[in-house]
């Protein structure tokens, strides 16, 4: 693909139409022209190009010079370039504006059970739910590869609203990383979490539940490329969702069997309440 034919694609896919881009590059090669030298130059009809030119003009793209014939300039590139972002940003304005007013069905996503097929994903899912907790936030982390620095982030937030924050990591290097990033969680050395065991070439990555109802449950598979971590998940809103049950049933199971064995874990009850 040409130079040319690259900023035609370029412009028609920040909203201008194929016949706008061609006559808006035309005059930029020509420095100025005349309609018929920038139909020539375009491969846009004649008979277009003055509706054509006009349009642009009016967007602030193309000036016109009152001559006989009359002559068309492109605008400085920078200026087109902020021009064509002011008008895509109002454009987003206004959908995310109309999107808003639309009426929501009833139903809601605390039906059924989501996947995530990519590692951003998986912590902007993470980082939705750490920003509304409101009583308590309970995270497995299976090693730090995943330990994203928006999730460290989320943890602390939380705990500086006063959501009891409880984080069980599979090494004392993992746990001072996070007791550094996240002063106000109770942070517990579980060495079992270094001994996970693959399941269909997947590893487990890191549990999260918070209020005791919203999980996300991930796994993290081996990238062919260097520091790379393909992490994969599912979650769910769900307090009465059985995927939900099991994990609170699960990981209440898990902190009693703890507790038993004489590990502290500071202000148990309240993750349970």
Same mark, same amino acid.
């Given at each position: 693909?040409?130079?040319?034919?690259?900023?035609?694609?370029?412009?028609?896919?920040?909203?201008?139409?194929? !016949?706008? &881009? #061609?006559?808006?590059? +035309?005059?930029?090669? *020509? %420095?100025?022209?005349?309609?018929? =030298?920038? /139909?020539?130059?375009?491969d846009v009809p004649r008979s277009r190009v003055?509706?054509?030119?006009?349009?642009?003009?009016?967007?602030?793209?193309?000036?016109?010079?009152?001559?006989?014939?009359?002559?068309?300039?492109?605008?400085?590139?920078?200026?087109?370039?902020?021009?064509?972002?002011?008008? !895509?940003? &109002? #454009?987003?304005?206004? +959908?995310?504006?109309? *999107? %808003?007013?639309?009426?929501?069905? =009833?139903? /809601?996503?605390?039906?059924?059970?989501?996947?995530?097929?990519?590692?951003?994903?998986?912590?902007?899912?993470?980082?939705?739910?750490?920003?509304?907790?409101?009583?308590?936030?309970?995270?497995?982390?299976?090693?730090?590869?995943?330990?994203?620095?928006?999730?460290?982030?989320?943890?602390?937030s939380a705990a500086e609203r006063g959501v009891?924050?409880?984080?069980?990591?599979?090494?004392?290097?993992?746990?001072?990383?996070?007791?550094?990033?996240?002063?106000?969680?109770?942070?517990?050395?579980?060495?079992?979490?270094?001994?996970?065991?693959?399941?269909?070439?997947?590893?487990?990555?890191?549990?999260?539940?918070?209020?005791?109802?919203?999980?996300?449950?991930?796994?993290?598979?081996?990238?062919?490329?260097?520091?790379?971590?393909?992490?994969?998940?599912?979650?769910?809103?769900?307090?009465?969702?059985?995927?939900?049950?099991?994990?609170?049933?699960?990981?209440?199971?898990?902190?009693?069997?703890?507790?038993?064995?004489?590990?502290?874990?500071?202000?148990?009850?309240?993750?349970?309440?």
């Open positions: 693909m040409s130079k040319t034919e690259e900023a035609v694609t370029t412009l028609t896919e920040l909203g201008l139409t194929e !016949y706008e &881009s #061609r006559c808006f590059v +035309a005059p930029t090669r *020509l %420095s100025s022209g005349t309609a018929k =030298e920038v /139909s020539q130059v375009s003055y509706d054509t030119i006009e349009r642009l003009g009016r967007k602030g793209l193309v000036d016109v010079q009152q001559s006989e014939p009359r002559e068309y300039r492109a605008v400085p590139t920078e200026a087109a370039c902020r021009r064509l972002k002011e008008d !895509y940003d &109002s #454009r987003i304005d206004a +959908a995310e504006n109309a *999107l %808003s007013q639309v009426e929501e069905p =009833e139903s /809601s996503d605390d039906e059924g059970m989501w996947s995530i097929n990519q590692s951003e994903q998986v912590v902007d899912r993470i980082v939705t739910f750490l920003e509304a907790a409101e009583k308590s936030v309970y995270l497995l982390i299976a090693t730090d590869e995943v330990l994203d620095r928006r999730i460290l982030e989320g943890l602390q009891h924050v409880l984080v069980e990591v599979p090494t004392e290097d993992v746990a001072n990383r996070v007791r550094d990033a996240v002063p106000g969680a109770v942070v517990v050395v579980a060495g079992d979490l270094q001994s996970s065991e693959p399941v269909y070439s997947e590893w487990p990555g890191q549990l999260l539940m918070v209020d005791r109802s919203s999980v996300v449950a991930a796994g993290r598979k081996e990238s062919d490329l260097p520091d790379v971590v393909n992490e994969t998940a599912v979650w769910t809103y769900g307090h009465d969702h059985g995927f939900a049950v099991w994990t609170r049933k699960l990981l209440e199971q898990r902190r009693a069997a703890r507790a038993e064995s004489g590990e502290k874990t500071d202000d148990t009850d309240e993750v349970e309440s």
